[in-house]
């Protein structure tokens, strides 16, 4: 019974702790995302927003929603989902861009978002989400 006890303090005295911890962001950045495949998984928040913003949005012309699936609330986005397609392709286009990059520019290490690609979203898109014009 003592222990019991003392487990149950424990447990109610941990409760604020989490709170705080989570209000406080020290949660380290590898387990911000939860369903990245093909950008790294421990990346800066400030980096995948930058892809998001300047090589996603900007490079195609669309805006979050266009990759990103409704969430439970009115107006918000689950950004882990897969539920569009979109974003599946747009997986492919990264792993694609990727490859150019590597087999025919020879960049050692290309990386989305970074200064040293050659060929970006950007590179075919132009601004539009379908850069053949279908
Ligand atoms: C062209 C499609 C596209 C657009 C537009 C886009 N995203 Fe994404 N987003 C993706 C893909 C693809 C991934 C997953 C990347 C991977 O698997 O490595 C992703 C992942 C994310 C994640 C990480 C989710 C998780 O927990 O795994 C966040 C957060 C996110 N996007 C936010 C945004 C925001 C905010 C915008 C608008 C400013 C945006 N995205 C616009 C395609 C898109
Ligand atoms: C080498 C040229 C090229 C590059 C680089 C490229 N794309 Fe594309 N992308 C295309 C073409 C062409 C289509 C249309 C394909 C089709 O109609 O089947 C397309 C289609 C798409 C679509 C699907 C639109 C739809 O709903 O059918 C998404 C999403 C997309 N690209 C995202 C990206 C992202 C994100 C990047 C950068 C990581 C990227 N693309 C880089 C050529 C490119």
Wanted: aromatic fraction near 4%; glycine fraction near 8%.
């Amino acid at each position: 019974m003592k222990i019991n006890r003392k487990i149950l303090i424990i447990a109610a005295l941990s409760v604020p702790v989490t709170i705080v911890a989570a209000t406080t962001n020290s949660t380290p950045p590898d387990e911000q995302y939860t369903n990245l495949k093909v950008l790294p998984k421990n990346i800066a928040p400030k980096d995948l927003k930058k892809i998001m913003i300047n090589d996603f949005e900007d490079g195609l012309g669309v805006g979050c929603n266009f990759c990103h699936a409704e969430g439970k609330e009115v107006g918000e986005l689950d950004f882990a989902s897969d539920a569009k397609p979109e974003k599946n392709i747009a997986r492919e286009m990264m792993r694609m861009t990727l490859g150019i990059n590597k087999k025919y520019l020879k960049i050692k290490h290309p990386m989305i978002g970074a200064e040293g690609l050659v060929v970006t979203c950007n590179t075919c898109h132009n601004g539009v989400p379908f850069p053949d014009g279908h």
